[in-house]
């Protein structure tokens, strides 16, 4: 199984909403990351857990809260969104360590959550 | 400057045409270069990695890195309409914390 899952697909919330997005995998990967994609723009990094605990984030607005309650599953829990938080959320993992042979720790992808902030 | 080079296309090739898909980067410090592709409104899927200078092929995929040039390439062989996507190229530093730099990405047509 290489797949990273990613729930739900589509989401569409108002300002004032709270709501989460989630974020699976079962590939043993100790390393779950958060990216932010607009349109016609690459991943923008936004959090990175590592062993479960948060190793890296990207000065991220407080109205984003990451939150991985094991290994194998990562949340982003949104509240107060602004519309220019619209965008493609996306969820990535990897093995959490260089890769055999000295090659890079690569990540897989999920296929996002399309987010709507009205 | 940026970091990481990728011009954003269009590029649009008839069918069967090789593609040739570049970047270049101004921090030495990288080491692995990975070429992931994006098909529209879906996640990036990793199509190869390579973490030294010289060539890597997969299928009618091949993988150029010129560490001497800060330049990277990616190769496709008799592209297809299926390979019509957008083309991000990734790179990272060993020891870095294994964040990704991305291009830019180029989006690419393949005509019949």
């Known amino acids: 199984d290489t797949e990273v899952t990613q729930t739900p697909k589509h989401l569409v919330m108002g300002m004032t909403n709270k709501k989460s997005l989630k974020c699976e995998q079962h590939?043993?990967?100790?390393?779950m990351y958060w990216y932010k994609q607009k349109a016609k723009k690459p991943p923008e990094l936004m959090f990175v857990?590592?062993?479960?605990?948060?190793?890296i984030n990207e000065s991220v607005p407080s109205r984003f809260s990451p939150e991985c309650p094991n290994s194998s599953l990562l949340n982003l829990h949104l509240h107060a969104l602004q519309p220019e938080d619209s965008a493609l959320y996306l969820c990535?993992?990897?093995?959490?360590?260089?890769?055999?042979?000295?090659?890079?720790?690569?990540?897989?992808f999920g296929p996002g959550t399309r987010l709507t902030v009205l | 400057q940026k970091e990481v080079e990728q011009d954003p296309g269009p590029l649009s090739v008839p069918e069967g045409a090789i593609v040739s898909l570049n970047c270049t980067y101004s921090n030495s410090a990288f080491q692995y270069f990975m070429w992931y592709r994006q098909y529209s409104r879906k996640g990036p899927e990793l199509l190869m990695y390579t973490y030294s200078s010289g060539n890597k092929e997969d299928g009618r995929f091949t993988a150029q890195v010129d560490k001497s040039s800060k330049y990277i390439s990616l190769f496709i062989r008799d592209s297809q309409p299926s390979d019509s996507a957008t083309y991000l190229c990734a790179m990272s530093r060993a020891g870095g914390g294994n964040k990704l730099t991305f291009g830019t990405g180029t989006q690419l047509k393949v005509e019949l």
């Open positions: 990535a993992s990897s093995r959490g360590q260089g890769g055999v042979g000295g090659g890079p720790d690569t990540q897989y």
């Open positions: 590939m043993g990967h100790r390393a």
């Open positions: 857990y590592s062993y479960e605990k948060l190793s």
